[in-house]
Structures are given as C-alpha cells and as structure tokens.
C-alpha cells in the first residue's frame, strides 16, 4: 500500500468527509489522511502507553456513533478501528499503517463499531481468509463445494417432508471448511453471486430427481445470504433454477434471516413479496436472535419461522428458554406461520416441542446433515419401513 500523503491535524480538526463532518476530534497531537472514500488515517507520534491509542479510539467511536440529522433525517454511522503501535507491530509507516488495515478487517467482521489492536493471531487469520478467498475463486470448478441436506421432519408423524440444502467446502489442504467460515469470505469478495446460483440450481434439481424417483412430494429449503438478497439478480436466478430443474415452485422454500429482512424493510417488503408472487416459500432463519419484531412478521409475506438452535439448547429444563419457544410458536401459528425447530438433540427437547405444537423440526436427533447419496438412501429406507 503506498504510504499517504499526511496532513498535520490541529487539535480539534475535523473530517472533511460530508456525511462525518461534525465529528470533531480533540488530537493533541497527530496526523490524520483519507486514504479512500470512507477510510482514514490517524498517526499519533506521542502516545506513552498502549492505552492512549484505545483511549482515542474509544472517543472516535463514540463521537461517530452520536446521530446526525440531513435532510431532516436522522443518519447514523458505524465506524470499525484498527490500531498499530510502533515499534511492536511494525518499524516503518508501511507496515503499521499494513497491520491497522489487518486489525480494522477484523474489527468490521466482529460486528463493526468497535477497535482491535492488531496482533499476531490476527495476521494469521487474515492471512488464511486471504488464501480461502483465493482458492474459492476455484473451488466450484475443481469439485469441492458441495450441498449436505438435513431431513425437515414432521414433529406429530415423523415423516421427512423435505430437506435443507447446507454448503460445504471440502478443501484438498485444510479438509472441511464450515460454512459459516467461507460464506463471509464468499459475500465479501462477491463470489456469494456464483455459489448462490449454484446451490439454488443443485437443490432445486435433486429436489426434482427425488420428486421423480418416488421418494415423496419434498421441499427443499436454501439459504440466501445477505448479499444475494441485496443483489438485483435474485429473482432470475430463482427463476432459471426452477425452470432448468423443472421443479414447482412451491417445493422451494427461501431462507433469510431476520436482519436480513430488517436491514431495508421497505425494499425487502418488495423482494419478498416478488418471491412469493412466483409461487415459492419464505423462511425466517435463526428466529429470535436478531431483530424479532412482531411488526415485521405481520408486514412481511412469510410462511414460516425457524426457532434458532440457541433456545431448543436448553428446553425443557432451562423455564425461560421454555417459555420463550412455547410462546414464539403460538405467535406464529396465530399468524398463519408454520414453526420449525433448528437443532433438536434430545428426546427431551422433542417431547416439549410436540406438546407446545411446533409443527417441524431438524436436528442430530433424527439426523446430520448428509451428503446426497445417504440423504436418498435414508429416505429409501423410511419409505420402505412405512411401506410407501
Ligand atoms: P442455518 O441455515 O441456521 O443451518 C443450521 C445449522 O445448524 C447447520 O450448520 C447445521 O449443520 C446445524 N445443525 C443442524 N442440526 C443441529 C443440531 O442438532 N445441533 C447443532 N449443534 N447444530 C445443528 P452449518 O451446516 O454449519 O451451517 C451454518 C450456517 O451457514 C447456516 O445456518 C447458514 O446460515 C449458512 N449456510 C449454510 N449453507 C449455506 C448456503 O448454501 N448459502 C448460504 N448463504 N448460507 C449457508
Ligand atoms: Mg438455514
Ligand atoms: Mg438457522
């Protein structure tokens, strides 16, 4: 990175940036430089101790996280902070300004609006998320993605009525990369557009071979990621999906998760609503750990919700973790949504969810997800022990 030209800042200088122009920042003594659109610089030649940079990040974050008004309207930024300190983390301005980029990455992917000093661990990190992101670009043509499927069970019957379509990487130096490793590297360096597509044109056409071979009228459930969502592609490539594998659309069901939705209501409303005109089904994921607006569930055309694993942890011993599901599952359901249930592990916890009436459920229970061949060959297996 070529090392930026660095202004003198007066005590008190400001931003030039429109948007963060009432920040004002109270520097003793320091440099700061843009050095991109939304990226700044700040050298502070005398700092005593490690402290002093946190000290100065802490106000940073907290003058940038104060609304400011537009327009009329009420803005508000988030802003993510990566510190380097000399000598430790590099001797010349290249490498310290190299590891404060390191730490601000790291500090965005904690969930923004915070600080991280940069450190050893984090290059290292870095340093594989930068490998991953290469070898990603790859991995789809040399045959290691591919989708697991875990059987969506009918909770009074026991019957598998579709399956959830989860990505994996199996990397020929690093072994089984989790999703929730690669799917962030694949939305960041867009490459989530491609892997998408993918997993939307296998799931829907198994889904179709499985339909034709007898196993039963499946849905098969996808994840969209957040990215894909935003992206203006979506609905064709739903479209193609359907078309190329000949699938009905309402064997299909749309995963998307709470913030997902949140994020832009008034958009989401719209691409939502695009879906469901097509015939399909919308999921919310991970219910009950982002926004759970009740408003939202009302506004949005959904039909299902998928109560996150970190509430079924606990029941029945944990009495709020009870609670809450018992309650989630009767709001939903006097809402016209079906309720399924992520992570079920126990007996236990299936005995609950059956006498609070949650209407499906997925989990180590019944079974992990499984590559193709043993998903058709336990659905073989159940149809022929119920003689169907
Ligand atoms: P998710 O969609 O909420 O998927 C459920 C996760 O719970 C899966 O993790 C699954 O393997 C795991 N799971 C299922 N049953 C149990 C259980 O009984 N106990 C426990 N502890 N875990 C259970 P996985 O496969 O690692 O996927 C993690 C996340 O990655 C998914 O969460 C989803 O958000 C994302 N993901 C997976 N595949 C895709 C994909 O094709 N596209 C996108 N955009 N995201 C995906
Ligand atoms: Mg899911
Ligand atoms: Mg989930």
């Given at each position: 990175m070529p090392t930026p030209e660095l202004q003198k800042v007066t005590p008190g200088f400001r931003f030039a940036s429109s948007i963060i122009s009432r920040t004002v920042l109270t520097l003793t003594d320091g440099w700061a430089t843009s050095i991109s659109g939304d990226e700044f610089t700040i050298f502070i030649p005398?700092?005593?101790?490690?402290d002093n940079a946190r000290q100065v990040a802490t106000r940073i974050l907290s003058s940038l996280a104060k609304p400011c008004t537009i327009a009329n309207q009420e803005i508000f930024l988030t802003s993510s902070i990566g510190i380097a300190v000399f000598p430790d983390d590099g001797e010349d301005l290249d490498t310290l300004i190299k590891h404060a980029d390191i730490a601000m990455s790291h500090a965005k992917q904690q969930g923004k609006n915070t600080y991280q000093f940069y450190s050893a661990e984090i290059n290292a990190r870095s340093e594989r998320r930068l490998s991953l992101e290469t070898q990603l670009h790859k991995a789809v043509a040399r045959g290691e993605i591919s989708l697991h499927y875990q059987p969506k069970v009918?909770?009074?019957?026991?019957?598998?009525i579709g399956a959830e379509a989860l990505m994996r990487w199996n990397h020929s130096e690093f072994g089984m990369i989790p999703p929730l490793e690669f799917i962030p590297i694949a939305e960041d360096s867009g490459l989530i557009t491609e892997l998408g597509a993918w997993a939307l044109h296998t799931a829907s056409t198994r889904c179709k071979q499985w339909q034709a071979g007898g196993l039963g009228a499946l849905c098969i459930s996808v994840n969209v990621s957040s990215q894909q969502f935003r992206q203006d592609g979506l609905i064709r490539i739903i479209r193609d999906s359907l078309t190329q594998a000949k699938l009905d659309p309402r064997y299909l069901v749309i995963e998307l998760t709470e913030s997902m939705i949140m994020a832009n209501p008034t958009e989401s409303v719209a691409a939502l609503r695009e879906i469901k005109e097509m015939g399909l089904k919308l999921s919310v994921d991970d219910f009950g750990t982002g926004y759970s607006s009740l408003s939202y569930l009302k506004r949005f055309p959904l039909d299902e919700l998928k109560v996150d694993c970190s509430f079924i942890k606990d029941i029945p011993d944990d009495a709020d973790d009870a609670a809450i599901t018992a309650t989630i599952i009767t709001l939903a359901h006097s809402l016209g949504l079906s309720v399924v249930a992520e992570g079920v592990e126990t007996e236990a916890q299936l005995q609950f969810l059956k006498n609070v009436y949650c209407d499906e459920f997925q989990g180590y229970y019944f079974?992990?997800?499984?590559?193709e061949a043993e998903f058709v060959a336990l659905l073989q297996d159940k149809n022929k022990k119920s003689g169907g």
């Open positions: 005398l700092i005593e101790k490690t009918n909770i009074s019957n026991g019957a598998i079974s992990k997800p499984l590559p």
